[in-house]
């Protein structure tokens, strides 16, 4: 007997403040992507927020006064299933990171999903020999391609 696919529960929080979040197939990319470097998950939260907010988020969780592009909170088992965790995206640092890098702020907020996941997924390439560095490129290349 196939396999049921599990809905995915995605919530976006402050995304009508954003273009870049507000784009149409950003929510069907993002549960798509889910879906493959977290089958089993039942749920992802996503915050779009300025740079005051990430700010904040960052002093209060990681003692750090100064804001950030993304911020990853790994999440758990509860009754309701396997919560992969929340991710905090930075969307005005997202623009300023697009312009050198001559990709789109939707390119890179789709790039900062995708690293802020991995980090829910446990992967931490400060402290590892390279191995998120090595999936997040694949799967830069399968998902976020050029000219978006």
Known sequence: MPEVSRKLELVFQHAERFRESRAPHLRRWLSELV????????SFAVSFVDDSEMRELNRSFRGLDASTDVLSFPGETTLEGWHLGDVAVSVETARRQAEPARRSSYREVQTLLLHGALHCLGYD????????????SRLRRDWIPDGR
């Not at 879906?35 to 039942?42: H, T, Y």
């Open 35 to 42: 879906r493959e470097i977290a089958p089993k998950a039942d």
């Open 125 to 136: 390439h400060e402290n590892d020999t390279g191995e998120m560095s090595q999936l997040e």
